[in-house]
């Protein structure tokens, strides 16, 4: 999830004759603006906290910290959700429509992703080499993603490896916010005026192509959403008795604009493009009333349960994942704040003000029709989370990189710095799975099934 490892790689530079480099997601910022810092994200090397003046332009070049912490605090609450939602299923994704703790943590990441490409791309002179190297760093998340999420790791209880490619999954975590850094970027790279800052309008006057992208992105989405035909569909579930047999399923539709779990455009995009077989295969939608007997926590299905509870759906899929990259151009905007406006309370109120409008926006639509839904990335999701992001991020800046209090976040500063690997290591299941690999005479006898964990 936090891609700050795998986008730093080994040669961080963005293309500007070697004089203005950034690692992306270090958050290293000159006040000044002047320049940028290529420093290593050493912890004992961390910045000194920074007194509040009221004018940025005062204090010496220093690293963002809040960056670290709102990205930590992201994955330790990812964490939280994957190990105590199924213990706690109210903070556990929302079945449908509606928004959790969980749903939270993808646009979080998202955002973030946005704010750092805001300072990694403040200097780049040649768009060539900078677009060649932001698509190489989008091709090595994406393949991670498959590696991590395609089925190549069966789970936690099963020691065997490998992955069907008639059955792999394309899309996931981590190849949504390969596609979200990528498309971002290359707004970055490619869509800014020579305009300068000196006011929120000239910001918008600068980046309006960038905007621009934003409308038709969020149009095209709604439209599709709204004006899609849905027809009838079929899936098919493989026999536990037999390999050879399976159970077809049909799915009635031939419905227009529908949002619900079984008919809506999300999951015909993905159907017919990536095919059913290639679909997450454990939809949130099977923790519903009309499809679990212990919702909201998954459970055997009610007996009059519908069709449709047992078909895969992805909740990364294409169409989402649309609204997924303008939430990654949100923060790019936040991004672009911090760069061009010096001044502490002027980053506040430019981060305040449009955090507070998104959040109210999204509840607004929400109250008349258009649902919060996570599944399928509405745009009045993106608008609660992303501005939800944005105050967030706004009040951890405040505490740490304003009043400095640095030693309260450590911890999660330090798991901001290391996000990626984190991710792969605890919520992929990475470390429990190689545990599991150390056995006497028989597999089911390892280090967990000794400290009562598993069956």
């Known amino acids: 999830m936090g891609t700050y490892e795998l986008i730093k790689a080994e040669d961080n530079r963005i293309a500007d004759g070697g004089k203005h ?5 270090d958050g290293y910022v000159d006040d000044n603006l002047e320049s940028f810092s290529m420093l290593k994200s050493n912890a004992g090397e961390n910045q000194r906290p920074v007194t509040f003046s009221g004018r940025g332009d005062q204090a010496s070049k220093h690293r963002l910290a809040s960056l670290d912490v709102f990205r930590g605090i992201t994955v330790a609450l990812m964490i939280l959700v994957d190990d105590a939602g199924g213990i706690l299923p109210e903070i556990n994704h929302s079945p449908w429509n509606g928004v959790t703790l969980a749903d939270f943590v993808m646009p979080f990441f998202l955002f973030i992703v946005g704010v750092s490409l805001g300072l990694a791309y403040k200097k780049s002179s040649c768009r060539v080499i900078a677009t060649r190297k932001a698509l190489l760093r989008a091709l090595k998340l994406f393949a991670l993603g498959l ?3 395609g089925g190549y790791f069966h789970g936690i209880y099963d020691l065997s490896y490998g992955v069907n490619l008639e059955r792999i999954r394309w899309m996931g975590i981590l190849q949504r916010i390969a596609i979200a850094y990528l498309l971002a970027a290359l707004c970055e790279i490619c869509l800014k005026g020579d ?6 309008l000239s910001l918008l006057k600068k980046y309006r192509f960038q905007w621009v992208v934003a409308f038709v992105l969020s149009s095209t989405y709604l439209a599709l959403l709204y004006g899609l035909y849905v027809p009838d569909w079929e899936y098919k579930i493989q026999s536990e008795i037999s390999s050879a047999a399976a159970k077809t399923f049909l799915v009635k539709c031939g419905v227009r604009g529908d949002t619900g779990p079984a008919c809506n455009a999300v999951g015909m995009v993905d159907r017919e493009v990536l095919g059913v077989q290639h679909l997450y295969k454990r939809p949130i939608y099977a923790r519903t009333k009309q499809c679990s007997i212990n919702s909201p926590d998954y459970g055997p299905l009610p007996p009059d349960a519908p069709s449709w509870c047992q078909a895969p759906f992805d909740p990364e899929g294409l169409l989402s994942s649309v609204m997924a990259v303008v939430t990654c151009l949100v923060g790019l905007h936040y991004g672009h704040i911090i760069v061009h406006f010096k001044d502490r309370k002027d980053r506040i109120l430019h981060w305040i003000i449009p955090a507070s409008v998104l959040v109210i926006t999204g509840f607004f639509l929400d109250f008349f029709g258009i649902h919060v839904n996570k599944a399928l990335y509405t745009f009045s999701y993106m608008c609660v989370t992303a501005g939800t992001a944005g105050i967030l991020l706004t009040g ?5 990189d304003v009043y400095g209090y640095r030693r309260p976040t450590i911890l999660v500063e330090w798991m901001g710095m290391h996000a990626l690997m984190i991710y792969g290591l605890v919520a992929c299941n990475l470390i429990p799975i190689a545990l599991q690999g150390f056995y006497w005479i ?4 390892n280090i967990f099934r000794l400290i009562g964990i598993g069956s």
Request: glycine share 8%; hydrophobic share 45%; proline share 4%.
């Open 147 to 149: 590696l991590l999420q």
């Open 396 to 400: 951890i800046y405040i505490l740490v």
């Open 442 to 445: 028989d597999p089911r006898n």
């Open 195 to 200: 305009e300068d800052v000196n006011s929120g």
């Open 21 to 25: 480099v950034v690692s992306i997601g």
